[in-house]
């Protein structure tokens, strides 16, 4: 069972009711779950929110949550989950990149990812696909170049 976990996935969750993606959870981020996992999440509006409300309220295990300059540069629906969540969160990282843009956002990625065993990813497809040119593609074809597994969920 891996040790430690990179949650990535699209911003865009607005097709599905939170109860699918908590059912989604259920099925996909459970299992991993255990007392001595480790998630790594990006701290984004999205699925990094909706993933880091979940894990808080049915998980035991350490979560981190890192984003690519500070936490007040964040959405608000992101700074309002890491907020809520603040007395289950092990870890806040705060890269300080001194500008806020996709290769910012990639070396986010990437640092979790360097600190993972799995990737599991939430990617977007159907209608609302944007192709395979995404932060989260990166993120997951980062992991398989680094020889790490991966856990592929299309919402």
């Not at 300059?69 to 289950?88: F, G, M, N, W, Y």
């Not at 910012?104 to 640092?111: D, F, I, P, S």
């Amino acid at each position: 069972m891996p040790g430690s976990i990179t949650i990535t996935g699209t911003r865009s969750t607005e097709h599905h009711p939170d109860q699918w993606y908590g059912t989604a959870f259920c099925t996909y981020l459970a299992p991993f779950a255990i007392p001595r996992a480790h998630f790594f999440i990006g701290g984004a509006k999205g699925i990094d929110s909706l993933a880091l409300l979940w894990l808080a309220a049915h998980a035991r295990s350490a979560i981190t949550v890192v984003v690519p300059v500070t936490v007040t540069q964040q959405p608000e629906e992101a700074r309002h989950a890491i907020e809520l969540c603040r007395s289950r969160i092990t870890e806040v990282v705060e890269l300080r990149a001194p500008e806020l843009h996709s290769t910012t956002y990639h070396a986010r990625n990437r640092w979790m990812v360097d600190r993972s065993d799995l990737t599991i990813g939430f990617p977007l497809e159907g209608p609302h696909e944007t192709g395979r040119n995404t932060g989260t593609w990166q993120t997951l074809d980062y992991t398989a170049s680094q020889g790490k597994p991966r856990l592929i969920v299309p919402i």
